[in-house]
């Protein structure tokens, strides 16, 4: 019967998931807001699905943090840690005191008793890290500014948790529940030990991760892999995040912590991408467990009681934190709206104020009815985080870029430069510098103002201003202008501007950066004929050097690189004409040209390579003659 219940729950749980998740992906709500919506409707104020075991479902799928914060780790080499500490403790350590002091004052005012209002305003203090780093991460919002020092915070939160367990006791005695009325639970465990063995264990525990990770695992693992048994491997790593887990909680740290610097420890192992890749799908999986859980475990009972008293402290609790977070971020130099990313993400509770509000109810901080109102309070702003997030992109963000493009552009003298470069990105800079390198006077115009002023410390003479504007291009001279080199990575905006000066400048020159084929094509049909692929040369080139690594002459793979060059070159023109003609023929042309090429390679590879080429690779005839 066991066995079936099993079964039956799994079923509900990946069938909420199938159905949900890529619904809300398709509407731009993200994967964590379908997981969320998902526990909604299965749980037992819908659909009833589920209820009951929901503790227990919730504890597995914690798991999934655990996992989480160990990929992380795998990520964040000692030195990057090492050079980000500052931001960890010192914008981590400002928002959780600011955070603590704020909220907890409030709850003073409420009505609560100061050891109260103090433990509401530490356990309030904490943000989700499930949730904040997966749609980060979702929307590749982790290597920005905002992201990184989102991050950070969490970070030292999760290190933040130990001693929040360690402080709430003490604050028992500021005028806890009597004893008489509920009696005392004694201390178990490791919170019973003396402080210097507390102390002696943690070094212990951390000295034996570090000594597993960066010495035995090297060993393990390459004997595990020699047996060729992806499972074993897999058994491995898994046994490997455990340990780890178990070993840091046993001594009362976040397990989730543990995990981190076990991660951190691995970083420069030389098994870590397939460590990554071997946990990576069961994180998935569990962290889609835990949203899910976190859904079906909101207590709309108790909210349809207290609507109105629960929405308001759900929103007194986003906006307190949002105002904390942005100070905080504006404190620590967070700007261009990176400091709305961050306070907007971190506005929420954590994960682990599940943990601290079930211990202080234990240690009778609270009563029932404030622990049942904390934790619907928790639930309900972690799953308001993604909102939160999507209004950050679609809202709040194109209004800082429209304000960034609302900029007074440069005044460009009349410099009578016959070229233009029209965006100076990663592309347009190497063109550049390859002309002026060779005595040519160029005017360049970039759209993104920190980038200008980035490259202007760096001696460029380039100007701000919007190229797709008509009165810019015309200020910069594209009226007697002899080649305009068009190099901006927006795919629609550099069609709209070759457009626009084929229509106005027929006589003009126009070299532009391709994105890829079907882009070349679209420039093509304006009239285009200087295109460049911007993969292509450097894709064409790393080809030649895995030839040469692969055993052929530098020569044999020289030529086999500007033959593929040359071929390709060759049939741009014709495969456009198809393209523009029929689509079928365009795909049978296609294959047919590829064909072509296979045959023309193996016949020049056969054939066409003399003694005499070999003077390219004068070290291999040496090594030969030996």
Not at 245 to 255: C, D, E, H, R
Not at 323 to 348: C, D, N, S
Request: charged share 20%; proline share 3%; no cysteine.
């Amino acid at each position: 019967m066991y066995g079936q219940d099993f079964f039956q729950l799994a079923l509900i749980y990946l069938l909420a998931a199938v159905i949900s998740v890529p619904i809300a992906r398709k509407l731009g709500l993200g994967s964590v807001l379908g997981y969320l919506l998902a526990g909604i409707i299965i749980g037992p104020f819908v659909l009833g699905w589920v209820g009951q075991e929901q503790e227990k479902v919730m504890h597995f799928a914690e798991f999934g943090v655990v996992m989480m914060l160990f990929l992380i780790g795998l990520e964040m080499q000692p030195s990057i840690l090492w050079k980000m500490r500052r931001t960890i403790f010192g914008m981590g350590g400002t928002q959780l005191l600011l955070t603590t002091l704020v909220t907890g004052a409030i709850g003073y005012y409420l009505g609560y008793q100061i050891y109260q209002a103090i433990a509401i305003g530490l356990i309030l203090s904490l943000s989700s890290t499930a949730i904040v780093l997966q749609t980060l991460d979702e929307k590749g919002l982790l290597r920005n500014s905002g992201g990184r020092s989102s991050f950070a915070v969490l970070l030292f939160q999760d290190i933040a948790v130990i001693p929040i367990l360690a402080l709430l006791p003490l604050l028992v005695s500021l005028g806890g529940i009597p004893e008489t009325i509920y009696g005392t639970k004694p201390e178990t465990g490791f919170a019973s030990l003396p402080g210097i063995i507390q102390l002696v264990l943690i070094v212990s525990v951390g000295a034996t991760v570090i000594f597993v990770g960066r010495i035995l695992a090297r060993h393990i693992f390459r004997w595990v892999a020699e047996t060729g048994m992806r499972e074993v491997f897999t058994a491995s790593a898994l046994l490997l995040v455990i340990g780890a887990a178990l070993g840091t909680s046993a001594i009362g740290l976040s397990p989730a912590l543990g995990t981190f610097i076990a991660g951190v420890v691995l970083a420069e192992n030389e098994y870590r991408h397939e460590l990554e890749i071997t946990v990576e799908p069961f994180k998935g999986l569990l962290l889609g467990l835990f949203f899910i859980s976190v859904g079906a475990s909101i207590n709309f009972g108790l909210l349809f009681q207290n609507p109105m008293k629960i929405i308001g402290f759900v929103v007194l609790l986003i906006v307190v934190k949002f105002a904390v977070l942005w100070a905080t971020g504006k404190m620590w130099g967070l700007k261009h709206g990176r400091e709305m990313l961050f306070a907007l993400a971190l506005a929420q509770a954590s994960e682990f104020g599940f943990v601290l509000v079930s211990f202080s109810d234990k240690i009778r901080i609270f009563d029932a009815e404030t622990s049942a109102m904390l934790i619907i309070i928790i639930i309900l702003s972690m799953a308001i985080t993604p909102l939160l997030l999507i209004l950050n992109e679609k809202v709040i963000r194109p209004r800082y870029i429209r304000r960034q493009n609302k900029q007074v552009p440069d005044d460009i003298p009349e410099t009578g430069n016959k070229i233009i470069i029209a965006g100076f990105g990663r592309f347009g800079l190497v063109v550049g510098r390859l002309l002026m390198a060779n005595g040519f006077q160029v005017t360049i115009l970039d759209g993104n103002p920190a980038n200008v002023e980035i490259l202007r410390k760096y001696g460029f003479k380039l100007y701000y201003g919007d190229i797709t504007r008509p009165e810019m291009l015309e200020a910069a001279g594209v009226k007697e202008a002899k080649l305009l080199v068009l190099t901006m990575a927006e795919y629609d905006e550099a069609l709209k501007i070759a457009a626009y000066l084929k229509s106005n400048y027929p006589e003009l020159k126009i070299a532009a950066r391709a994105r890829d084929t079907f882009h070349a094509f679209e420039l093509y049909k304006l009239g285009l004929n200087m295109v460049q692929r911007e993969t292509f040369n450097s894709a064409v080139e790393l080809g030649s050097k895995i030839l040469s690594y692969m055993g052929f002459s530098r020569y044999q793979a020289y030529r086999a690189a500007r033959t593929f060059k040359h071929h390709e070159d060759d049939i741009m023109f014709e495969l456009y004409k198809h393209w523009l003609e029929d689509e079928n023929r365009f795909i049978k042309e296609t294959r047919r040209f590829s064909e072509q090429l296979n045959e023309l390679l193996q016949t020049e590879h056969e054939f066409s390579i003399h003694d005499s080429d070999y003077a390219w690779d004068s070290t291999d005839r040496e090594d030969e003659d030996e």
